[in-house]
Nanobody, 129 residues
Framework: QVELVESGGGLVQAGDSLRLSCAAS????????MGWFRQAPGKEREFVAC????????AYADSVKGRFTISRDNARNTVYLQMNSLKPEDTAVYYC??????????????????????WGQGTQVTVSS
């Protein structure tokens, strides 16, 4: 069992930066890939970024590529999402989750929500223009 707690969201202006954190409990955190998703009001949840268990591989949605960076610190059981050059369209609740369908130490990256489990409660990011 893994519990995830996101933090770091807030209200910022366009062009600003934020760093989201996702702290995980449980001994298996470092064995799984992790992902960040977001959901804006009235919209479907969408993939943002993911990272392999080792941190050596990652993938991004086209909408955030070049602006967002995902990383992880397995010693701290934490995954991060550094968000730069924020835009109003980045406004959403951001969630982290565990890539359980990949299994232990998988090299496969997941971009679909149904590949993930143990979702956090989310953190709100609001970007004003």
């Amino acid at each position: 069992q893994v519990e995830l707690v996101e933090s770091g969201g807030g209200l910022v202006q366009a062009g600003d930066s934020l760093r989201l954190s996702c702290a995980a409990s449980g001994r298996t955190f470092s064995s799984y890939g992790m992902g960040w998703f977001r959901q804006a009001p009235g919209k479907e949840r969408e993939f943002v970024a993911c990272i392999s268990w080792s941190g050596f591989s990652n993938a991004y949605a086209d909408s955030v590529k070049g602006r967002f960076t995902i990383s992880r610190d397995n010693a701290r059981n934490t995954v991060y999402l550094q968000m730069n050059s924020l835009k109003p369209e980045d406004t959403a609740v951001y969630y982290c989750a565990v890539h359980t369908s990949g299994g232990y130490y998988s090299t496969r990256l997941g971009t679909k929500g149904d590949e993930y489990a143990y979702w956090g409660q989310g953190t709100q990011v609001t970007v004003s223009s």
